[in-house]
């Protein structure tokens, strides 16, 4: 797994690669925080190159929804989920908490 | 198999179970929920059974019978009650969403069936089953 954050205008542009499990979620979870550290509460989380996600994946983002969303000062949305990780967010239940965008041009547009 | 109860061998966890199943001739959509069945629920015992234990040993059997793909996890840790564990509300708005429980919802949701004996003699035994699509 691989985490790049990079800090725009309007919002941070999170992307993560590769596998996120129980192993990888802390590193990606970590990355969340800091942004949400340094006062950045509009996050995009671009998946176009994750391969993986378990529910230790889901959990980060749960909780980094919270945080953003707290005080109405922001949110986190989802740029290019693949299929398969959309089908278990689906499963989960977290389909409907977070905006979805095809491509993280609109993404970061909609801030 | 025998795995290293620790997260970093959940890859190859994930690995065994899909090369069985593609031996098995499931599609590959269905090894990627099988694996994902799999990675929650050596997650869970890594986490709950041998929380705070770090040198235990996970045993994982994989096999396809007809079309019927069976695993298996043996663990020596804590026993647990699955009828304990809350189903999660998927209705919940986000600050009332419940973060547990969600491993365990997952493989019942992605599998056929699963099944749990706890036993002091021979350890936890988990069984799951999943027919081909």
Redesign the interface.
């Known amino acids: 797994m691989e985490v790049t954050t990079q800090e725009l205008k309007h919002c941070d542009l999170i992307k993560v690669n590769g596998r996120v499990d129980s192993a990888t979620a802390p590193t990606f979870s970590k990355a969340l925080e800091k942004a949400n550290e340094a006062g950045h509460f509009k996050i995009v989380v671009d998946m176009s190159e994750l391969e993986y996600m378990s529910s230790a994946g889901f959990r980060a983002l749960l909780a980094s929804q919270r945080n953003c969303k707290r005080y109405n000062r922001g949110e986190l949305v989802l740029v290019a989920v693949p299929e398969r990780i959309r089908e278990a967010l689906e499963l989960a239940g977290f389909t409907e908490l977070f905006k979805s965008f095809d491509d993280s041009i609109t993404a970061v547009g909609s801030f | 198999m025998t795995f290293p109860a ?3 061998f ?2 190859e966890i ?1 690995d065994f179970v899909a090369q069985t199943a593609r031996e098995g001739g499931f599609a590959e ?1 269905e090894i ?2 099988l ?2 069945a799999a ?2 629920a050596a ?1 869970n015992i ?2 709950h059974s041998y929380e705070g234990i770090s040198n235990a040993n996970l045993d994982i059997t994989c096999d396809v019978r007809g079309t019927i793909l069976t695993i298996t996890m043996r663990d020596t840790g804590k026993s647990f009650d699955p009828s304990n564990i809350k189903q ?1 509300n ?2 919940a708005d ?2 009332e ?1 419940q ?1 547990g429980g ?2 365990l ?2 493989m019942r ?2 599998m056929d069936e699963v099944r749990y004996e706890a036993n002091p003699k021979t350890g936890n035994l988990l069984t799951m089953t999943k027919r081909r699509g």
């Open positions: 620790q997260f970093e959940l890859d994930r959509k990627y929920f694996q994902l990675d929650e997650s890594i986490e999660p998927l209705k986000l600050s969403r973060i969600l491993g919802y997952l949701k992605l």
